[in-house]
């Protein structure tokens, strides 16, 4: 049977990014007139936290992540932008608000688990990844994600499992953002000093304590050396580390790099201090890919990881305090 003719949003501009969140609500506000910088959009979402957990029937069995979970909600809460999250506990009732929302001309972003999306190799789930729904046929999804320099296409049922895959780091549940048709969007710049705010307060005073914030960064610096004895994926541990550090779309340095140009441009003089924690964080994923490489454990390449992991607390210690209300 044939495939139909793609419907696509008329006048979306895919532009690339760094980090998934932030490229799609910086293209989504770019599509409704409201121009910003990528680190604009991270910032005023209060972007940034650190998260460690254990998953041991889980592979990477030490997943850690430097974004807070709840991004775009975040940014919508704190700018009051006209941007709406629906979710949807059947699959096919969010494609179908999803596929109006393209035939009404509009774009979604659309969270999905980046493992079941076809234009990535399957090697680790990653739930909460974002796109924007650009258009799509009886067959595929055109997605306009991150990096890439054009549109990608994922299978429709790849993309449905993507969106309902039930990871306890993160379930979700069909999670679509839009803007309401006619909606007019300002300038949200304004929402920079209540963003920072929540940031501090989540890495100072997380809401869930040993696993969110320095708490979070606290035990995992007095933990990690230990990985390679105590973990049976210690490998994949310590490659995963180093990728969402400093590969998965962080921008590098777990997310800080961005945040310091985010302060730059919000006129904060603790935007070094950010550099400062970013430069820790891309010496420890070094150290941690270079611990990755081995067969067998090396010790002295581990002691390594933990000393960059201490010098990592050090800096995002002095990065919140500063940036304390």
């Known amino acids: 049977m044939a495939t139909t003719a793609a419907r696509m949003v008329p006048g979306y501009t895919h532009v690339p990014g760094n980090h998934c969140g932030s490229t799609a609500l910086r293209n989504l506000l770019a599509f409704h007139g409201l121009e910003m910088t990528e680190e604009m959009a991270l910032g005023l979402g209060a972007g940034i936290s650190f998260y460690y957990v254990v998953l041991e029937d889980f592979s990477p069995s030490r997943f850690t992540n430097g974004r807070t979970a709840r991004l775009e909600e975040q940014f919508v809460e704190l700018t009051a932008a006209p941007i709406r999250l629906d979710t949807f506990d059947d699959a096919d009732e969010a494609w179908r608000a999803a596929a109006q929302t393209v035939n009404s001309g509009r774009p979604a972003i659309l969270l999905t688990d980046l493992y079941h999306l076809d234009h990535y190799g399957r090697s680790a789930h990653f739930p909460g990844h974002a796109v924007v729904l650009a ?27 993507a969106r309902h895959e039930q990871h306890p780091a993160f379930p979700l549940a069909g999670h679509m953002f839009t803007v309401p048709e006619g909606a007019g969007i300002r300038d949200l710049s304004a929402a920079a000093p209540d963003a920072i705010a929540r940031c501090a307060r989540g890495m100072l005073e997380p809401e869930l304590g040993d696993f969110q914030g320095l708490p979070a960064l606290r035990r995992f610096a007095a933990e990690v050396r230990d990985w390679a004895e105590i973990a049976e994926d210690w490998r994949w541990c310590a490659r995963f580390l180093y990728q969402v550090i400093e590969r998965r779309g962080t921008g590098g340095g777990n997310f800080r790099l961005m945040y310091s140009r985010f302060l730059d441009e919000a006129g904060y003089e603790q935007a070094p201090l950010a550099a400062e924690a970013a430069k820790a964080w891309t010496a420890l994923a070094a150290a941690a890919q270079a611990a990755s490489e081995p067969e067998i454990p090396d010790p002295m390449l581990w002691s390594r990881v933990s000393a960059a992991a201490a010098a990592v607390l050090e800096a995002e210690e002095r990065l919140w305090e500063a940036l304390s209300p």
Do not use: H, I, M, N
Request: net charge negative.
């Open 135 to 161: 258009g799509y046929d009886d067959e595929v999804a055109y997605l306009s994600d991150t990096g890439f320099e054009e549109l990608q296409t994922t299978r429709l049922e790849s993309l449905a499992r």
